[in-house]
């Protein structure tokens, strides 16, 4: 009986590392806005969990450990989002090079982007101040397919897409 208890064990480990194996080769082909983001949303997830378990624990409070899980939950579902987002390429990509940046000093939480595209075509993009873009360097933006609105006007359409950017990631060549 021992025998064939080691012999399951084994076979569960065994099935175990063949689907970590099929994860790791599925994530090389997911671009680095999304592994990066996964990764940090996990973490902080994780990190929210085990402090307020251990804080609910100190002060003898039941809710303060249920919603910091329920707070963790909601991060690891965000992050399982990215990934199926990421794996069915239900994603926009806009690259090319930064031609200006207006409003980065300015009042205000966002700035506008207009981008080059390779195509010839200026595209306007509303992102928040928080983002390292210098103009000159070439970027691939990540949109939400889903919530990327298009009405014609340029302007309009780059202050809808609220919530919709995911990371932008810089491409090797420059331009001037």
């Known amino acids: 009986m021992k025998k064939l208890k080691r012999l399951l064990e084994r076979i569960k480990a065994d099935r175990l590392l063949k689907a970590t194996d099929r994860f790791a080769a599925e994530m090389e082909n997911v671009p680095f806005v999304f592994r990066d983001r996964m990764l940090k949303l996990s973490a902080l997830s994780f990190f929210l969990g085990g402090v307020g378990t251990y804080a609910g624990f100190l002060l003898g409070e039941g809710n303060f450990i249920?919603?910091?899980?329920?707070?963790?939950?909601?991060?690891?579902?965000?992050?399982?989002?990215?990934?199926?987002?990421?794996?069915?390429?239900?994603?926009?990509?806009?690259?090319?090079?930064?031609?200006?940046?207006?409003?980065?000093?300015?009042?205000?939480?966002?700035?506008?982007?207009?981008?080059?595209?390779?195509?010839?075509?200026?595209?306007?993009?509303?992102l928040a101040k928080g983002n390292p873009l210098?103009?000159?360097?070439r970027y691939r933006f990540y949109f939400d397919q889903d919530r990327c609105l298009a009405s014609g006007i340029r302007g309009l359409d780059a202050m809808l897409n609220v919530n919709s950017f995911y990371g932008a990631e810089e491409v090797g060549r420059e331009e001037g």
Do not use: P
């Open 66 to 126: 249920l919603f910091s899980w329920v707070l963790c939950g909601i991060n690891l579902y965000q992050a399982v989002r990215l990934y199926r987002i990421a794996k069915q390429k239900k994603y926009e990509v806009i690259e090319g090079c930064i031609s200006q940046i207006k409003g980065k000093h300015g009042v205000g939480r966002t700035c506008r982007i207009f981008v080059k595209t390779d195509e010839g075509e200026t595209k306007e993009l509303v």
């Open 134 to 137: 210098r103009m000159g360097k």
